[in-house]
């Protein structure tokens, strides 16, 4: 694609991402919800979270696959165990690439 | 600082991806300083390294950051008092990462509107950073796939999970979310499953809530 229709569409995603950040926080802010709405915004980090991370470490290639050559997957549970130890965000980001850079070293997974 | 150390990586990797996938380096930086987004920031790139027109990959976006929605409104009642400026400032910079440390201390956010915002500017100036040494990067490195590069995403959010998951609640929402993200995506669902996932996950971790403290 030309860099410039590159450059419009960049600044399309950034009115888009934008929108949804402001509104609520304009026309929310400081009002008391009513707890039951409070309780579920409350709930809304983990399972979004959940929802990004999940498929992309079962799924491959359009089914789930928990083979060893799936290196997201067990490389997932070793980091998992790290963020859960040391609740480092830096240590999980860096152990996770490295056990996957270091499985592809030797020949494991995609 | 530990997000500061979290962000160099992850926006290393994306520039590196950036430059691979033929955008202009004004391009990959433009859209680190004006979407500010992590994971649709390396979608995007797939998109365009795929040809995928414009509409679509804005659309794309819009979906996949329809979450920040959810989460500056979850942040919002806790934003009392604050002038619409700085709402407009701290709004822009609200991604998954800083949202997961601001909802983790929200009962101060009225009266730390400074730190807030510092957090917030100090997170996107490292993931400028970040970008930056990976357009630099992009250029020495051949294939990305040996440095672990592809899993920066991931990894990061596997860190923001865990640090969500403090009660039993939390951990079965997580649970259903993921679970049902995973069917829908194996179902065709390539860009709304996120979404969907999020709303009905939530719900059905509220209904667990409600039933224990019956």
Redesign the interface.
């Given at each position: 694609?030309d860099?410039t229709?590159?450059?419009?569409?960049?600044?399309?995603?950034?009115v888009?991402?934008?929108l949804?950040?402001?509104?609520?926080?304009?026309?929310?802010?400081?009002?008391?919800?009513r707890p039951?709405i409070?309780?579920?915004?409350?709930?809304?980090?983990?399972?979004?979270?959940?929802?990004?991370?999940?498929?992309?470490?079962?799924?491959r290639e359009?089914?789930?696959d928990l083979g060893f050559d799936n290196l997201?997957f067990w490389?997932?549970l070793v980091?998992?165990s790290v963020?859960?130890k040391w609740?480092?965000?830096?240590a999980?980001?860096?152990?996770?690439?490295?056990?996957?850079?270091?499985g592809?070293?030797f020949g494991l997974g995609? | 600082m530990p997000i500061v150390l979290g962000y160099v990586p992850i926006g290393f990797a994306y520039g590196v991806l950036a430059g691979k996938s033929g955008l202009s380096e004004a391009n990959t930086l433009l859209m680190s300083l004006i979407v500010f987004a992590g994971s649709a920031q390396f979608i995007a790139v797939g998109l365009f390294a795929s040809g995928t027109g414009p509409a679509a990959v804005i659309l794309t976006t819009f979906v996949v950051n329809l979450r920040h929605m959810l989460m500056a409104a979850s942040l919002a009642p806790y934003l009392k008092g604050w002038k619409k400026r700085y709402l407009a400032f701290f709004s822009y910079e609200l991604t998954d990462e800083t949202f997961a440390l601001h909802s983790s201390a929200a009962g101060k956010l009225h009266e730390c509107r400074l730190e807030a915002i510092s957090l917030n500017i100090t997170a996107q100036f490292s993931w400028v950073v970040g970008t930056v040494l990976g357009i630099i990067a992009s250029g020495l490195i051949g294939d990305i796939k040996p440095l672990g590069l592809d899993y920066a995403l991931a990894a990061m959010f596997i860190g923001l999970l865990v640090g969500q998951c403090e009660s039993p609640v939390r951990v079965i929402t997580a649970i259903f979310s993921g679970v049902i993200a995973t069917l829908l995506y194996l179902a065709g669902w390539h860009q709304f499953h996120i979404i969907v996932a999020t709303v009905v996950g939530a719900t059905l971790g509220l209904g667990v809530e409600l039933w224990i403290k019956r």
């Open positions: 694609m860099q229709l590159i450059f419009w569409t960049i600044v399309g995603m950034a888009v991402t934008y949804p950040r402001l509104l609520p926080t304009l026309f929310l802010s400081g009002r008391t919800l039951l409070a309780s579920w915004l409350r709930l809304v980090p983990p399972a979004v979270l959940a929802a990004m991370l999940i498929p992309s470490l079962l799924v359009d089914s789930v997201f490389a997932a980091a998992f963020a859960w609740n480092s965000l830096f999980t980001v860096v152990v996770g690439m490295g056990l996957v850079a270091l592809r070293y995609m | -």
